[in-house]
């Protein structure tokens, strides 16, 4: 009979039962596009280590690692001495040139763990002497092929004998030995990032304590695969955006189980007074979220699915994506919708017996939060995740305090001028927190983020552009073929067209044990200057990639050991998108000196009054060289970087449409509950033109009530990701630019957001709260 | 003696469609109304007094039959008049008084009467909104809010409201329905005495005998079963 009562009321008002179902099911796509993109972005990321080595953690090196190292090692493992270490096993790992192909050679004892290949080839071809390879080499070498594997591109996996022969290397030549260190906390990480794709790489991975000897250098993944670490952190900034769109969701899935409630109350309350029992009008109320929640996470599976796939379509065209919906995102999608509106279902159910009060404990978990905010943010040590905590626990703490805000804006509603029907709608934004608040601290997050993120990316950009616009001094650069460049460098012709030739050489060597990149050229004070440096660089100094002062744990004035010559830091340069750790000396220095058979020329750079005119004459004489403008390496290192950032943008737009949603359906409910005088002003005839502006004014007002908390939190947030998180992800500080621009164009979208949601309202007039007999 | 009608109803009917059901409420009735004189529409529940009321508002459509409204210049037919113009005729000449609600909950009391001026852009008419709120003992409650008024207090507002334009016609439905008997009378004598003063027809829609017999004539609507009798 209730159960009737109550159907038949949810089918009498078909336009606010569809609306629940899909702005909770908008939610749940929302959680899981985001949750799928990042997860793929993830995944790509660790295809950068190849597959034999995904199982360690940690890379140790030395100087001139030969077997018997190795195995004095091992006995100490065995006999008990490295109790941290589950496994430990020898690797070769160097990139050498195999019949004109660049080949990274990948040498596992592949006796203890063959690989598992995607594709086999036929099995009689099989041979421990063959190799595995990447899907770019197939059919490229004339070595025996078993099987392609899932590794980045030109990587050859192969037994290390067999390594050692394609390498030319003696026999008990070693590279590095990969360690699995047990972690406690491994499992934990494991499960966040499952939930969180990107939230792992937050986690402060403690370099643990062995007791080994100082030749061995301990390296960890992270340091082992810059490349690999600067994917991971852009991702983490992302999965920074991903939580907060989360949240925003679980908002807008409270704000319809709040709805729902406000709805079915005054048919329950009819029913208590007819006799039936609180707990069992409880126990309908929520079946019926609940089966709402199921139908919409359902739902939402579906569509997050289909979003997540274009957009990634849109953001890496032509690559191959392969979106898995699996139990973890399921147990998200359905956990987020079940348990939000079940638990804030039933706490809504509770209040609304209840008069409202103890305002206290909210104030004191504020309090508290902001606390532990601050402290995070300070404490290096917290690590990413202290970033992460603070972002999160800002983010709760803004929205607590709408509410407050709200009911002090309301004593000053009648300070508020202009029309009388302007008038009406900005305050009617202010007029019930009760019912508009949790709505507008979701539109509130929705516009923080976006203005967060946008400081982020534009402050970025700037100091992407300006690196760019050091490094980007020579009007051209040719590369490519090695013969053709020596040519080129060693020519005694004069380039009558060139008014300085700068040649750049380079090669790839162990600092410390960790493999970095070393460039070698004329350092003069021109050149200097392109990496922030004022003077030209002395021969006995050294400049220092971000990454690489980082990885050493060195910054200026420090001195350095690089192949027996001592070198003084005297710059750190930034190097945004760099794969490896780079250093720079002066080509005549005598490390330069020590290491010049070593060196192979990269690319020569001119500066020229008439670019064009030059490249066409080089093209003529060296046909083989690849010849860039500035100007085109500009504009494509740019395209590049918008690209990159070009997901944050979508990722932004779904959070501010669920808000957008959250606030539709919180005006809706309020309109329903609430005399607004709506039906008075159609009496008093005023027209449809002039609902629309009051609708407006409405959207305006609830849009500004947003804005007041989001920009400082904005900002905030902006500030965190520049200042605390990408300096503890990668070790380089980004200057946070207040741009108005930014600032602005977030703003305006969270405005257009609320308007829209204001102006939506005019088509849900099917229930007034009071008919008009 | 009978004074030229101000407003004329010939022949309306009105019926409601619940579902396959066919409501009708109001069939072929007729009266009309002098300027300055008042009608009372009393009637059991659910016999379509607010249905009349919103008739007359132009909030709903005829069926059948047609309403005029002697306006200064012209005669307003509400048959042959869309949404906007029936719109335009409320906002312009007729004022509304219902049972509750009557006021924007997000506009002060000053705001709420001078409403109707606003919105007829007749700035001329804004200051008679305070001395009209002064002269129903209201003064000094220009800038509060509706929502800390009591009833009948709400009930003077809009009746104030109601009469700022001194429109033609002033509707009201059951305006005292919510008042004790010493507020009603007050609200009651206010809403009469004014509209006989300037000269404005009223129809007000009551369930109390005493206020219905305040009205120069009395429109009792039966239940539907005898229509024949709805006409005076
Ligand atoms: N929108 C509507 N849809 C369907 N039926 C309606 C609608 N509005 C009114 N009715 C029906 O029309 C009839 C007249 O309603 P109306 O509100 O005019 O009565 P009333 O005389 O004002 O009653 P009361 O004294 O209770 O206010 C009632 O039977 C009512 O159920
Ligand atoms: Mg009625």
Known sequence: ???????RFLARTPWSTAMALIGMALGVTSIVSVHLVSSSVSSRLDGLVPGPLAEYSHYLHRDKLNSAAYFTLRRSWRAGALPAVKQLSPFVDETTTLEGQSVRVLGADLLANPPSASTNTAAEQFSMNGAWVDQSLEGQLSIPVNGIIDAPKGTLLADIATAHDLLGWRADQLSYIGLALSDPFAGTIETAEKLLPGFGAGFPSAKPNLDLSPDWQLVSTAEQYPAREFGKSILFNISALGMLALLVAWLLIYQVAVSWLR?????????HVLGVEWQQLRLYFLFSIGLVATLAAALGLVAGWWLARWLLEMAVPGQEINLKLDSWVVFKAVGSAVAVCLLGGAWAFHQSQQTPGRRSLLVIITLVLLGGATWCVFQPQTGLAGGFFAIAALSLAASQMIAPLLIQLKQWASMIGGSYLLRIGAREALWH??????????LSLAIATAIGVALMVDSFRVDFSQMLDHRLKYDLIAQGDATALNELAHTNEPLTLASRVQVYRNTDIRVNGLSMELNTTRMDAFESSRYGYGASLATNNILLSEQAGKALRLSVGDTLAVSGETMTVSGLFSAFGD???????????PLAATIATELQIDSVAFTSDQPDALAASLREQFPALELRLQSDIRRVALKTFDQTFAITTVLITIALLVAAISVYIAVTTMRLNRQTGRQLLNTLGVNRAEQLLMNIALGTGLGLVAIIIALPLGILFGWILCNVINPRAFGWTIELQLSAEALLRSCTWGMLAAIAAGILQGGGREEGAFGER | MTKPAALSVKKIS???????????????????VAAGESVSVTGPSGSGKSTLLNLLAGLLELDNGDITLQLKDKTFSYRTANERSRTALRRQHIGYVYQFFNLVPTLTVLENVRLPARLNRRRDLESHASTLLAEFGLGDRLHDFPDVLSGGEQQRVAVARALLLKP????ADEPTGNLDAENSKHVADLLFSSCREQNISLVLATHSTDVAAMADTRLHLDSRLTPDKKSL
């Open chain 2, 168 to 171: 033609p016609l002033l509707l």
């Open chain 1, 1 to 7: 009979m209730i159960a009737l009562a109550l159907l």
């Open chain 1, 579 to 589: 794969l490896k750790p780079r250093l720079i000396v002066d080509q005549g220095s």
């Open chain 1, 263 to 271: 709805r079915l109350w005054p048919v329950f309350d009819r029913l």
């Open chain 1, 433 to 442: 927190p009760g019912e508009l608040s949790v709505a507008i601290a979701g």
């Open chain 2, 14 to 32: 009105k019926h409601y469609q619940d579902g396959s059901r066919q409501i009708d409420v109001i069939t072929d009735l007729s009266f009309s």
